[in-house]
């Protein structure tokens, strides 16, 4: 990866009708994933998500549970954010439509819009979709009915208020063509090209307070609210907080939306041709991901629907769920959700290749360390040396392109070649052989670092389990400190010395001197008897003269000092960890 960049990365705000599921859960991993990813890079990242709490559906869903649409958005909300809370995603932001900070940007957007002369009122009648919240043209229509929900429309004939985006097909057409990577991947920057084939209508962004309450109001005339795409795209500019404030010009430059397949139209026109209207700059890249299905032909022992497979984060924990849903679909492609093929990556590839991997690796490098004089690296400890730094190219190429399932083969071919090494290399029979202590440590070092490596690489994708690897990689380094109770049998002043104590500590089996500074806040006589903290490991040194074998451990702050002693009696010698 290349110079410390920014970086603001959205996921679609989803709507409150709905409790979170595995759709939601998988745009969000992966935006997180991302978000890790270029926090690890080094990058400035800004990280947002939230909710969509307005319109027709909300109301509707409201109306059913009997509660006010804002309780009832309140309470969803709440569980999108402990959902995410659960699932450890580590958003900068999370943003609510119905919060005044939103409210405000999309009113000044709006009121702009009007008075450039973008958006004017007109008379429009259509087969109307409550489900989908919009009209269908005739064209659309599948046996009079929602091509989607495949349910009657109504006929509304009503006066609202629209907005001139057929103005701006050209512009678009030829944005998109200039940039081919504006909308990826390329399937979905096809759609689009050929959905511009036809002539773009303009873009009706009201409802009738009359037929829906629950919306923004819109600042030219009240007797109207904002229909919710209009209302609902905005919250990527005004969780900055719109244009003007620092944040908004510091991280829109670099924005790059990530959605489903599913609200890929309203994305990849509306919101370009909404943002070009409004004089600001477009999204750099629309990243754009397939649809899980469930429950398709013969899934029998498997998950029923997107809440149960939600679920088996529980079951099956964080990083088990985050590997799946990242390893198992391609971005861009539909994939098949099933507990089996859950169950089978995880057996596989967290298990046994990665399981065994760090358990072989710790077991040795917790028995061995990685001390002693090491051997000249021979063939084999530069092939991982190698293979470590290709995989981390090909990890960087493919996250550049949210090919998450491609970065994580590109870990686990690396995860295999060092397994083959540890098989190649048979640490254990080295061990046994006094002569080979230095090839030893060198294969444990070669261990060590491929740990090292893999903490940090698998940090975006599997947090939990990184976090313990880096962990047991560091303390196969660190040099090891022991430390022990011991009990001060005797204390007294170093001669000519204002701060030293020499004191004399029982280990239990032995005595030692250990020498403190510590005589100016502790008398000789009130440490005897004390049970204290000690680092039994260190070189001997000589302290104003006197010879000291240890350390005592002791706290200070602002002038203050105080020894370790313990809560509760232990024998002198007892290992402290
Ligand atoms: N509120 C709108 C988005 C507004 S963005 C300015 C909305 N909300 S939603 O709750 O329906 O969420 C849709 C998104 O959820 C999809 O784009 C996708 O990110 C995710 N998914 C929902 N079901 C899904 C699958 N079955 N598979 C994969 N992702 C899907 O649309």
Redesign the pocket.
């Known amino acids: 990866m290349t110079a410390r960049s920014t970086f603001y990365l959205t996921?679609?705000?989803?709507?409150v009708n709905?409790a979170p599921?595995?759709?939601?859960a998988?745009?969000t991993i992966i935006a997180d994933a991302m978000a890790r990813y270029r926090r690890l890079a080094g990058d400035d990242v800004w990280f947002l998500t939230g909710t969509?709490e307005h319109g027709d559906k909300i109301a509707q869903a409201a109306a059913r549970a009997g509660v006010s649409p804002q309780a009832y958005a309140d309470e969803i909300s709440s569980a999108f954010r402990a959902a995410w809370g659960g699932l450890g995603i580590t958003h900068n932001d999370f943003i609510r439509t119905t919060e005044p900070r939103h409210q405000k940007v999309v009113q000044a957007i709006l009121q702009a819009l009007r008075d450039a002369g973008e958006i004017y009122l007109d008379k429009y009648g259509g087969n109307y979709c409550f489900g989908c919240e919009r009209f269908y043209t005739d064209k659309e229509i599948v046996d009079g009915k929602c091509p989607d929900h495949r349910t009657p429309l109504t006929y509304i004939e009503e006066e609202n208020y629209f907005f001139k985006m057929s103005k701006y097909q050209g512009w678009l057409i030829e944005h998109i063509e200039r940039h081919p990577d504006f909308i990826r991947p390329e399937r979905y920057r096809n759609e689009i090209l050929g959905f511009l084939r036809d002539p773009l209508q303009d873009l009706s962004i009201s409802r009738p307070r009359t037929r829906l309450e629950w919306g923004i109001p819109l600042p030219f005339d009240d007797t109207y609210v904002t229909y919710v795409w209009f209302d609902?795209?905005i919250?990527y500019v005004s969780a900055l907080g719109g244009p003007g404030d620092a944040r908004f010009e510091k991280f829109w430059p670099h924005v790059q939306h990530l959605?489903?397949k599913?609200?890929l139209k309203p994305h990849a026109v509306y919101w370009p041709c909404m943002l070009k209207a409004a004089g600001l700059p477009v999204y750099t890249h629309l990243n754009v991901?397939?649809?899980?299905n469930i429950g398709g032909g013969k899934m029998s022992k498997s998950v029923g629907n997107?809440v149960e497979a939600l679920a088996l984060k529980d079951r099956y924990g964080n990083d088990a769920f985050r590997y799946f849903v990242m390893r198992e679909m391609a971005f861009g492609l539909d994939a098949a959700f099933s507990e089996e093929a859950f169950v089978g990556r995880l057996n596989a590839d967290l298990a046994n290749d990665l399981g065994n991997l760090v358990a072989r690796a710790t077991t040795l490098l917790a028995g061995f360390g990685t001390g002693g004089d090491a051997g000249a690296p021979d063939a084999g400890d530069q092939e991982v040396a190698r293979a470590a730094a290709e995989a981390r190219r090909l990890v960087d190429a493919a996250m550049e392109e949210f090919a998450f399932q491609r970065a994580l083969a590109e870990i686990w071919a690396f995860i295999g070649a060092v397994n083959r090494y540890v098989d190649a290399t048979q640490p254990w029979a080295l061990a046994k052989a006094p002569a080979r202590r230095g090839r030893l440590a060198r294969v444990l070092l070669t261990l060590a670092d491929a740990l090292q490596w893999l903490g940090i690489m698998l940090g975006p994708f599997l947090p939990d389990a990184a976090a313990k690897i880096r962990v047991a990689a560091g303390d196969a380094r660190a040099p090891r400190v022991e430390l022990r109770v011991a009990e001060v049998v005797a204390a007294e002043p170093v001669p000519k010395s204002k701060k030293l104590l020499k004191l004399t500590v029982s280990l239990g089996d032995e005595q030692r001197t250990m020498v403190a500074g510590i005589a100016e806040h502790y008398a000789p006589a009130d440490l005897v008897g004390k049970k204290v903290v000690v680092v039994v490991n260190l070189e001997p040194a000589k302290l104003m003269g006197v010879e000291s074998n240890g350390m005592v451990l002791a706290g200070s702050a602002d002038g203050k000092l105080a020894i370790l002693t313990l809560d509760r009696d232990l024998p002198p010698g007892a290992k402290v960890r």
Do not use: E, F, Q, R
Request: without cysteine.
């Open positions: 996921t679609p705000i989803y709507y709905a599921h595995l759709g939601h998988y745009t969509d609902a795209l919250n959605i489903g599913d609200i991901h397939g649809y899980w997107v």
